[in-house]
């Protein structure tokens, strides 16, 4: 009991330090959580920004067919261009317009007027507010 009054002063620091340890540590793990929130919320706001496009393709009775495009993102895409290929080498078929922009969520059907049938290679580019000439290769049959 002596000994511990003698050498409270030395406690009292040991106590200290380590109080100020466990806080540095709480700053730490505060900082660490609040790098991963404010990614997550990046990712939040980048998702709402991208568009995602998909292709179908439906065959219709007849000398048509249908190219559905649909936006499945959550953000509006502009500027959008095809470029087919059959057997590698490029080919422009004869289609309706496409529209510039289209809206989340939304889809627009493109007939394909006199066109080989399938496969067909597409390369869809697009604009959205995340990125400029984002790209889709598929091959469709």
Do not use: C
Request: no cysteine; hydrophobic share 35%.
């Amino acid at each position: 009991m002596e000994w511990l009054l003698n050498n409270i002063d030395i406690l009292a620091l040991i106590f200290s330090l380590f109080g100020l340890g466990m806080s540095f540590y709480a700053l730490f793990l505060h900082k660490k959580r609040t790098k991963i929130m404010e990614k997550q919320y990046q990712d939040k706001i980048d998702e709402s920004k991208k568009g995602k496009i998909t292709l179908f393709f439906q065959e219709e009775v007849g000398r048509n067919n249908l190219l559905i495009l649909k936006n499945e993102g959550e953000g509006n895409v502009t500027n959008i261009r095809l470029k087919f290929k059959k057997n590698n080498k490029i080919s422009e078929p004869n289609y309706t317009p496409i529209p510039q922009k289209l809206a989340a969520g939304n889809k627009v059907n493109i007939k394909l007027k006199k066109f080989n049938p399938p496969p067909w290679d597409i390369t869809l580019k697009w604009d959205d507010d995340y990125k400029k000439d984002r790209t889709l290769e598929t091959t469709l049959s």
